[in-house]
T-cell receptor, first 116, second 114 residues
């Protein structure tokens, strides 16, 4: 069975602080995919990044960076110099390849509040 | 804007009633997914369709059913509604339903059962 754990439920930071959102996953598959989604107050889910299990390179996109470590089954997300617009709920999700069937298993989400 | 549309945006109904939620996937996407988001259960996968066929089933109640039509839009039918069915229902679509393709989510339908 697959499982995603986001142990942090709420994080509050002051603008310009760096913040790391943790994600730990469990799966018996050797091939799998990890995702981060953002849910701003407006409610829609916005795709941020995808990472496959064979690619452990870290990724940076502007102020966002992701650290994937297979050894610890973690896929952490760091926001550098946070801004008020980063306030949202962030979900980590796991998917496994089974032909054309797929589903996302989500963590419970982390509510990030960035105060001015 | 993800390109996935969902109607209605809000739905208020009474226990025991039946409702239909509608989803149009992004242009070119063949696979549609339904998820339920509630405070106690979080985001839960309900069901996946690919080009009109059911492909995967998750924690979907027997009172719920879905289908994907030839034009690829999908409907989620919820019947004998209970208070606990109140939630945000998301539809998502992806190109071909394979696990490595990101899913693009619609704005959701907020269902309130009174």
């Amino acid at each position: 069975a697959q499982k995603v754990t986001q142990a942090q439920t709420e994080i509050s930071v002051v603008e310009k602080e760096d913040v790391t959102l943790d994600c730990v996953y469990e799966t018996r598959d050797t091939t799998y995919y990890l995702f981060w989604y953002k849910q701003p107050p407006s409610g829609e889910l916005v795709f941020l990044i995808r990472r496959n299990s064979f690619d452990e390179q870290n990724e940076i996109s502007g102020r966002y960076s992701w650290n994937f470590q297979k050894s610890t089954s973690s896929f952490n997300f760091t926001i550098t110099a946070s801004q008020v617009v980063d306030s949202a709920v962030y979900f980590c999700a796991l998917s496994k390849p089974t032909g054309a069937n797929s589903k996302l298993t989500f963590g419970k989400g982390i509510t990030l509040s960035v105060r001015p | 804007d993800s390109g996935v549309t969902q109607t209605p945006k809000h739905l208020i109904t009474a226990t025991g009633q039946r409702v239909t939620l509608r989803c149009s996937p992004r242009s070119g996407d063949l696979s549609v997914y339904w998820y339920q988001q509630s405070l106690d259960q979080g985001l839960q996968f309900l069901i996946q369709y690919y080009n009109g066929e059911e492909r995967a089933k998750g924690n979907i109640l027997e009172r719920f059913s879905a289908q994907q039509f030839p034009d690829l839009h999908s409907e989620l039918n919820l019947s004998s509604l209970e208070l606990g069915d109140s939630a945000l229902y998301f539809c998502a679509s992806s190109v071909d339903g394979r696990a490595f393709n990101e899913q693009f989510f619609g704005p959701g339908t907020r269902l309130t059962v009174l």
